[in-house]
């Protein structure tokens, strides 16, 4: 029965549907009695969402870090509501508690989990960093999720095509996909789905430069399958089975540093606590309301992760003035829509705290998403929140 629900990966994906199927079934006996607070619900966020797009009415970084951290206390008393993940509930082992209360900023903490998943070991969360996986199970689970196109298919049938150990019969499979989607003019991107850090990404996004050629594709495809996660990754990243995604370019009309807009959003206890620019992670950051603070001082991190491999810095350049404009007006458009989905994935899978990353910007297209990651990106958000975004995270264990 779980396998016929679970048309997109094996048993370690299908505890995940399951958990969604429970959820459906409970969610229709109480449907006729939810109607009205749904409702009286969905006129609260549309006036939740007013402000998107608008700066945050802050006069500098200490009052604006006093209104965003509203946002952390929410999430933290949210924690009560939330049916976790038995594999993700720290409070079931005792002994990963009573450190992270030590521990003075979410950079510190992320560390932390990282080296904790190489004993925790949680299987059923493994599906969460496969690209190929999380796309189907996504879009199986949350209504109205739906991710950049893919070229390549996910249910666990077709996904072997794209897999390492699917052997040359793969290999030749995504070699023809990708000669065809040349021969057609098509933009997308060569990655690997168990890839992290921007590591073995190919784009064919500009049909006019000379890299457009099918010469090199089967280097970029041999590449992105022979790529490995670095051994800072957590352990579940480490596990997932070596593939590829070929991935539709996702055109957000304004782009910045030439790649298109995609927003990182952290939920944190089943809410949005805010978001930051995949490009420009320090130069601004976007509350829940969808309101925009343009940070006033240097919002480099001190942490490890800054500090030894380089991540975390701000940026020299600042954003274009049409680009930040564009990103107004997109938010105004587009936030409650990529917030909803956001809260919507996070619950529904049981996670303390999950990134949830869309392409965004486009009208016609709106929001879709990239991927989903967990203990993801510590270093990218602001020196000013790391420590409040640890103790938010903790503090919710207390719930």
């Known amino acids: ?6 048309p997109c990966f094996t048993f370690a994906s299908c505890y995940a549907m399951a958990r969604v199927s429970i959820g459906m079934l409970f969610a229709m006996a109480l449907a006729s009695r939810c109607v009205q607070s749904l ?4 006129k609260e966020a549309q006036r939740h969402f007013q402000k998107a797009g608008e700066d945050l009415d802050a006069a500098n970084d200490m009052e604006a870090t ?17 049916k976790l993940n038995p594999a993700m509930d720290l409070l079931q082992k005792d002994k990963y508690i009573q450190p992270m209360r030590k521990l003075r900023d979410w950079e510190s903490l992320t560390i932390f989990r990282i080296h904790s998943s190489y004993e925790l070991q949680a299987f059923n969360t493994v599906w969460q960093d496969d690209k190929l996986d999380q796309k189907c199970i996504v879009e199986a689970a949350v209504d109205g999720a739906q991710y950049v196109k893919y070229f390549v298919g996910t249910n666990r049938h077709k996904a072997e095509h794209s897999r390492l150990r699917g052997g040359e019969d793969a290999r030749r499979s995504l070699v023809e996909k990708a000669r065809e989607l040349i021969a057609n003019q098509e933009k997308f991107v060569i990655k690997a789905s168990h890839g992290a850090n921007s590591n073995a990404i190919f784009p064919y996004c500009d049909t006019t430069s000379p890299k457009y050629k099918a010469d090199h594709l089967e280097h970029d495809i041999d590449a992105a399958l022979a790529s490995r996660p670095d051994s800072t990754e957590n352990w579940q990243i480490r ?22 807009l995609e927003l990182k959003i952290l939920t944190v206890w089943g809410k949005v606590v805010g978001a930051t620019l995949e490009t420009a992670p320090k130069e601004f950051w976007v509350t829940r309301s969808g309101a925009i603070w343009q940070w006033r001082t240097d919002q480099t991190g001190s942490g490890l992760l800054t500090r030894f491999h380089g991540k975390g810095k701000g940026r020299a350049e600042p954003i274009e003035d ?22 919507k994935i996070a619950t529904t899978f049981g996670n303390d705290e999950l990134r949830v990353d869309f392409f965004f910007g486009n009208a016609e297209d709106g929001p879709r998403l990239n991927e989903v990651t967990y203990m993801g990106g510590a270093a990218r958000y602001p020196k000013a929140l790391q420590l409040k975004l640890a103790r938010t995270f903790i503090g919710g264990y207390s719930q």
């Open 322 to 343: 049409a680009t930040m404009e564009h990103i107004r007006k997109s938010l105004k458009r587009q936030w409650g829509k990529m917030v909803k989905i956001a809260e």
């Open 1 to 6: 029965a779980l396998q016929i629900r679970c």
């Open 66 to 82: 006093r209104i965003i951290f509203e946002d952390f206390d929410r999430a933290r008393d949210n924690a009560r509501n939330v």
């Open 239 to 260: 596990v997932v089975t070596p593939g590829v995604v070929i991935q539709k370019c996702y055109d957000s009309v304004a782009k910045d540093m030439g790649r298109p």
């Open 39 to 42: 409702r009286d619900e969905s």
